[in-house]
């Protein structure tokens, strides 16, 4: 089994440019497939499915290969997202597996929905997504309690770089991996050319007038992007605070429980009408006891801003995409159906819409 491993590891690495192309190519189609044939939006899942854990896998054996070899190293900086991420994989091994266990169980959740609805009744699928829900639950309180910090999304670190660009081995170069050893010195001069004192004529563009001076807030705006930052020199581990007061505390595990409770409360006929207030009031809730990030934590700030995103998920779920969105949503699809382009897109919008009714995870929070 490890040598069949280590082969798919070699075969990876030689190909990695090969691979990345075709996991691109099958995540577009996927997009395309439903509504095609029967059990076309199961297809569509199951491919989605297994492409998201081989590049997980794939990721984290490119990482894996840039840092155990020592000619190569990535020109750009790290993201923040991926050093923090990285520095906790790497200091707490339980860290890194409930993050693994968590990012497999959202690369899968749907297909099992989906085996689940074909398998068994309405109720015992929505006690299988009760259950994946309680599970992803106590996995993020279990990071959190790890941490003590805010939870990112995703928890794992993302891919840094760019496997289409990466060197099949170390003796070959790469525009966007630089070499740690020093480059060759530049050719020397010929010899005809070293007594060569007679002056050359100028050309006619070395006469042209120069251009006009640049202001110099151009100047400026070049080298601020190039400016280190207070995130630039932080450690690792600090590029988020602890959290500290009870407030924060509070808000984070009421972000967290926000789903279960979700969840839970569509199961039963009894709460079900009032599940889309309560995990809304929840997310309010959540957002106005959050902590205000300082002016350093620029990676505190990414996440909020994306936690504040995933509020228009909203207009897709309940009440709200039964009575106000998907009216809208089909009404343009009828204006555009006869326009050349906007057709095609108003067709694919059209096969989506089947299965943001009849499917919990397509808008899940």
């Known amino acids: 089994m490890s040598s069949t491993l280590e082969k798919y590891e070699n075969f990876l690495v030689k ?3 090969t691979i990345s192309t075709l996991e691109s190519s099958l995540r577009s189609i996927t997009w395309f497939l439903p509504g095609r044939f029967k059990d076309a939006d199961l297809a569509s899942e199951g491919l989605s499915a297994i492409l998201h854990v081989s590049s997980m896998y794939h990721d984290t054996l490119l990482a894996k290969v840039v840092q155990s070899d020592p000619h190569w190293k ?4 790290i993201p923040l997202h991926t050093r923090y991420t990285r520095a906790w994989s790497d200091k707490e091994t339980l860290y890194k597996w409930a993050a693994r266990s968590l990012e497999l169980i959202r690369f899968t959740q749907l297909l099992v929905e989906m085996l689940l609805r074909r ?10 997504i009760v259950f994946l829900e309680t599970v992803k639950m106590i996995l993020r309180f ?3 309690k790890i941490t003590t910090r805010p939870l990112l999304s995703p928890p794992i670190p993302e891919r840094d770089i760019d496997p289409a660009s990466m060197p099949p081995s170390s003796t070959h170069t790469s525009p966007t991996l630089a070499p740690t050893s020093p480059l060759s010195s530049s050719p020397p001069t010929p010899d005809h050319l070293r007594n060569n004192h007679t002056p050359l004529q100028p050309n006619a563009l070395m006469l042209a007038p120069s251009p006009p001076a640049r202001a110099d807030t151009s100047v400026e ?3 601020l992007p190039k400016a280190l930052t207070t995130s630039s020199v932080k450690p690792s581990m600090l590029l988020m605070k602890p959290m500290s007061s009870p407030l924060e505390w509070v808000s984070e595990c009421i972000y967290i429980i926000r789903p279960w409770v979700y969840a839970s409360m569509l199961s039963t006929k009894k709460h079900k009408d009032k599940a889309l207030v309560t995990a ?5 809730i959540s957002r106005n006891l959050r902590r205000t990030p300082s002016n350093s934590g620029d990676l505190e700030r990414e996440e909020y801003a994306r936690r504040d995103r995933d509020i228009l998920w909203y207009l897709l779920r309940g009440s709200v995409w039964e009575t106000y969105s998907r009216p809208k949503v089909e009404a343009v ?3 555009t159906a006869d326009t050349p382009i ?3 897109l108003s067709s694919i919008v059209k096969d989506w819409i089947p299965l943001v009714d009849g499917y919990y995870y397509y808008t899940a929070p």
């Open 74 to 77: 990535p020109i750009l900086p």
């Open 15 to 17: 190909n990695v440019s």
């Open 142 to 144: 279990t990071l959190l």
């Open 119 to 128: 398998k068994v009744s309405d109720k015992n699928r929505w006690r299988g």
């Open 221 to 223: 705006d070049y080298l």
């Open 333 to 335: 699809m009828e204006k």
């Open 342 to 344: 906007l057709g095609v």
């Open 280 to 284: 809304f009031a929840m997310e309010l």
